[in-house]
């Protein structure tokens, strides 16, 4: 069966990828970068979030749009109209990340011809989102390529698991997954730093990530940090930083003391629920165990964070 396929949510183009069907793909969102092989791909949303804004600001674009119930995203139905699509792929997790379930229905309700199938993933933990990877070859008519795609990811998590086990001592690690204000990453990175042979501070698999104090990140004595804010590269980051370096409390924390902290590039692994979770759990097994492991992603996925 030929399918034209859409694709409103990154996680999603890669796992239409990773599945075989990129060549499938004739509308993506504005947040899709990856493979980019895909960049010529028309782009079929927008974002009504300032992005270039601060951390600060972002956040309170977001509290304000959602408090009015809006979403964050514009949906470009003529577009959507144009390609005929014959499957959407969008989610239901976090208004906030990517195009909602309820802007599609809407979009494909006002304009769109084709009567799409639509496919709204909603992943929370590792296994829903092999579930999710599972749906998505069912839609598309190859359960098989589903079921050995997520063979494969499950084998090379299972395999680094086994190998950080024989360490002895597994550290205790924050994940940040926002500067300003400080919110503690959830979901699905629990299990992977636990598969990176890592103890996750403050939140737990399964649940959404939450917002939290210095108060409380301190008292939890981190010996770790990973900073992954959602959708920032190390660049920006870095700079997004200031919010926690420039607090008093920020240099007694252990992480900070024995240099121990680490800017990771969340918009293109921790943050997306698709096939890279695996070379996310590799990066914090990197920083977790700095010596024991390299899978070359230093420099690129995460970097040692310095004062300036």
Known sequence: MNHRIVSLIASATEIVCALGFESSLVGRSHECDYPQTIEHIPVCSSSKILTKSSSADIDDQVRTIVKDGLSVYNVNSKLLDEVSPSVIITQTQCDVCAVSLSDVEKAVCELVSSAPAIVSLEPMSLGDIWIDIQ??????????????????????LESLRIKTQQIPH?????????TEPLMIAANWVPELVDCAGGVS????????????????????????IAIMPCGFDIDRSRREMK??????????????????????????????????????????????????????????????????
Do not use: M
């Not at 839609?139 to 079921?147: I, K, P, V």
């Open 201 to 224: 501070l403050l939140s737990k698999s399964g649940n959404h990530s939450e917002y939290l104090s210095l108060d409380e990140l301190a008292a939890s004595e981190p010996e770790v």
């Open 170 to 178: 597994h550290p205790r690690i924050a994940c940040i997954e926002w």
């Open 243 to 308: 919010s926690l370096t420039s607090s008093p409390q920020w240099k007694h924390l252990p992480a900070v003391r024995n240099e121990r902290v680490y800017v990771t590039d969340g918009n293109q692994y921790f943050n997306r629920p698709g096939p890279r979770v695996v070379e996310s759990a590799e990066i914090l097994s990197e920083c977790l165990h700095p010596g024991c492991f390299d899978f070359g992603h230093r420099e690129t996925g995460w970097i040692p964070w310095r004062p300036d």
């Open 135 to 156: 749906r998505v070859a069912d839609t598309l008519g190859d359960s098989g390529s589903g079921g050995e795609l997520v063979s494969n990811l499950q084998s090379r």
